[in-house]
């Protein structure tokens, strides 16, 4: 099975109001990423967990956070949104190995913030 | 965080025409080039990947052809399918298996 399941499949938030979305996989993945993707424009990295271990992007550092209690469970979470967080967000998983390159995706999560 | 840039944003072929799909880099320590799709509902998948070692990568219709001075590679369809219509994606990989997105390509092949 290579699923990796996103809840929930739509979510509308309050602008300035706390958003939490959640994700997870069943396929004992090392590594959890998340990706925000708006219309015409490429998916682009948030943040990822190797392990443990949070890496966030530069320009997204302070925007997102993100939790990741066990292996198979994984957390983004938005303190305060605003009307630019509107978008898709897709998390994906990989492995370490022979396979190690190759992401898979959730179906996502449509945010709408109004 | 724009690390690839990816032409044409669209593009319609006729069925059995081939579908050229085009992504450039700058960074040289990149080693990974996938190409995934996209089908309306569903999420990204990864559909053919190359690294710099080699200059061409074929999986049945679909063909990597990629340049490292000019760091270029590109996605080839041939004989087209309404079947492949969907988004295409080119990605680079960096280190610890970060994949950064091209903006992507709507391919339609019309019947």
């Known amino acids: 099975d290579t699923t990796v399941k996103q809840n929930p499949r739509y979510k509308l938030a309050r602008v300035g109001k706390p958003v939490n979305l959640i994700c997870s996989q069943t396929?004992?993945?090392?590594?959890m990423y998340w990706y925000q993707k708006k219309p015409n424009q490429a998916p682009k990295l948030l943040l990822f967990?190797?392990?443990?271990?949070?890496?966030r992007e530069a320009d997204t550092f302070e925007k997102f956070q993100s939790s990741r209690p066990n292996n198979s469970f994984c957390s983004l979470y938005i303190g305060s949104a605003g009307l630019e967080y509107s978008a898709m967000y897709l998390c994906?998983?990989?492995?370490?190995?022979?396979?190690?390159?190759?992401?898979?995706f959730g179906s996502g999560t449509r945010l709408t913030v109004l | 965080q724009q690390q690839v840039r990816q032409s044409p944003q669209s593009l319609t072929v006729w069925e059995g025409e081939t579908a050229i799909l085009n992504c450039s880099y700058e960074d040289s320590t990149f080693d990974y080039f996938p190409w995934y799709h996209q089908f309306p509902g569903e999420s990204p998948a990864l559909l053919i990947a190359?690294?710099?070692?080699?200059n061409k990568k074929e999986d049945g219709r679909f063909t990597i052809f990629f340049n490292k001075r000019e760091k270029k590679f590109s996605l080839h369809i041939a004989d087209s399918q309404p079947g492949d219509s969907a988004t295409y994606f080119c990605?680079?990989?960096?280190?610890?298996?970060?994949?950064?997105f091209g903006s992507g390509t709507k391919l339609t092949v019309e019947p």
């Open positions: 994906a998983s990989s492995r370490e190995g022979a396979s190690a390159e190759t992401l898979y």
């Open positions: 990605a680079v990989m960096s280190n610890y298996n970060v994949l950064y």
């Open positions: 190359i690294r710099p070692v080699s």
């Open positions: 967990y190797y392990d443990k271990i949070l890496n």
């Open positions: 396929m004992n993945h090392d590594t």
